[in-house]
């Protein structure tokens, strides 16, 4: 309120130049920098993210008061350290580790140098992102009423070895695509439109898989409060694990010091996450063993959860089968392959399956089932579940979410024709993780009072035609008194 807001306009923009190796990681650092931002009331303003070494990029600040901006930018490099610099005629200065501060055409500019210097040249008639095709036409069909979009384009430098954090949670929603996040609240809700444009090259993430996904889904137990739905499994489960991977690792580095507690039962957090990864892992190995055994046999999956306690909790992954035999042979090469990586195989005989067997992984104290048979339509399924009525319910569920009332909700709540993929029901996970004692854990306990101001989650995806497709996801808003 002092130092910013007497200068600060009503528009700001940040821009990043993704690069290979240590980039990547400064990348994902910039990321969860501003992430992290959102979750506190901190000030980070000694932080700038930006470095010699680091990424080239800057944040581009609407000023209402140039002076009074000046003065600030001025003030911060000099506690920095800062030196005087030009380029093109415009004065900056830079600290020793290369950031650098300087009001460009009105802008208050914050980057790195090249990246000011980058800022510079398209105020002085440089090319500028807003001629570019393909931001111009994702930019055509976002959504109206965006607070932000943030736009991204993978293609422009190949990232190597696997991205985590933001960046790869990026990669999981629409692959290496151009992709253009629109940002749209409401009083009742946040809506995020993720429009990617291209067939690009490996994944096309969730926004490629979302119409088989939603049959996937609406196959799932209606009692289920989490319902995910993914596409085309075979060619992309590996990258399906690194996005809930990327997913975790994010949700870690805002986690903090929290106050933590004995857990009410021996289910952690910790022993979940490795339950999950574990089997996954091993299904969507980039290996030749793993797609010849495990994804040359997939179709589409589904992920489930249902039930409010732990004595009654089921949960699973359900995978179609393409060739009953190779995925009836897989119940044991999974079981064997976790069995080498430190799990211990029990025996397992469950109703209506033609292949079964139960695996106990360290720090979790529930018994894995691995299983395969036939739904109630004789389409072969290969089941991960968290128990015996987990397998039950996935292969015959007494009802599927295709006739329930939330999968009828969470197609009303995305619109436009969207069939929903994803489903989420926020206060149930909420009791469930209390009742077992988890909200005390470091990663969770951040986003707590987040997660009680909402509701549900819809997520689901469709074609806008000239080759951009959207998934759409919808957070439910707790009403305010």
Do not use: C
């Not at 009083?187 to 990617?196: F, R």
Request: aromatic residues 6%; glycine residues 14%.
């Amino acid at each position: 309120n002092h130092d910013i807001a007497p200068w600060l306009g009503p528009r700001a923009g940040i821009y990043l130049t993704s690069l290979t190796g240590a980039g990547q990681t400064g990348v994902s650092q910039v990321l969860s920098l501003l992430a992290r931002a959102l979750l506190s009331s901190s000030s980070a303003t000694s932080a700038f993210p930006f470095a010699t070494h680091g990424v080239p990029g800057a944040i581009v600040m609407d000023t209402s008061d140039v002076s009074k901006a000046r003065a600030f930018l001025e003030s911060q490099a000099k506690s920095a350290g800062g030196h005087a610099g030009s380029y093109r005629g415009v004065a900056y200065q830079v600290t020793p580790a290369g950031v650098a501060f300087a009001i460009v055409d009105s802008f208050a500019v914050i980057g790195s140098e090249d990246g000011l210097h980058a800022v510079i040249d398209t105020t002085l008639g440089g090319s500028s992102l807003a001629h570019a095709p393909g931001y111009t036409k994702l930019l055509a069909h976002a959504p109206p009423g965006a607070l932000a979009h943030v736009y991204v384009n993978p293609g422009t430098s190949p990232a190597t070895g696997t991205s985590e954090g933001l960046s790869g949670l990026l990669g999981s929603l629409a692959g290496s695509r151009e992709t253009n996040i629109s940002l749209v609240p409401s009083k009742t809700s946040i809506a995020l439109d993720v429009d990617a444009s291209g067939a690009g090259t490996g994944s096309g993430g969730l926004v490629s898989s979302a119409a088989e996904g939603a049959q996937a889904a609406g196959e799932l137990p209606a009692e289920s409060w989490l319902a995910v739905g993914l596409g085309h499994v075979g060619a992309t489960l590996g990258n399906d694990v690194q996005g809930l991977r990327s997913l975790t690792t994010l949700a870690s580095s805002f986690g903090g010091a929290s106050p933590t507690a004995e857990p009410a039962t021996p289910l952690t957090l910790e022993g979940l996450l490795k339950t999950v990864f574990a089997p996954l892992s091993v299904l969507g190995a980039d290996t030749a063993q793993a797609k010849h055994d495990f994804q040359s046999w997939m179709g589409s999956a589904g992920i489930f959860a249902a039930g409010t306690g732990l004595v009654e909790l089921k949960a699973g992954v359900v995978i179609s089968s393409t060739n009953p035999a190779a995925s009836r042979a897989a119940v044991g090469e999974l079981a064997a392959a976790l069995k080498k990586s430190g799990g211990s195989v029990v025996s397992a005989s469950i109703p209506g399956t033609e292949a079964a067997v139960g695996v106990i992984l360290s720090g979790f104290p529930v018994t894995l089932d691995i299983a395969d048979g036939r739904d109630a339509n004789g389409q072969t399924k290969f089941v991960i579940g968290l128990s015996e009525p987990s397998v039950t319910a996935a292969l015959n569920p007494p009802s599927a979410l295709a006739n329930g009332a939330a999968y009828t909700a969470a197609g009303a709540a995305l619109g436009e024709g969207i069939q929903p993929s994803l489903l989420v029901d926020f206060p149930t996970f909420l009791g469930l993780i209390e009742g077992v004692g988890l909200t005390e854990e470091p990663i969770i306990a951040k986003f707590i009072p987040y997660l009680r101001t909402l509701t549900t989650l819809a997520g689901g995806g469709k074609s806008l035609g000239e080759n951009i497709e959207r998934f759409r996801l919808v957070f439910g808003l707790q009403k305010t008194e």
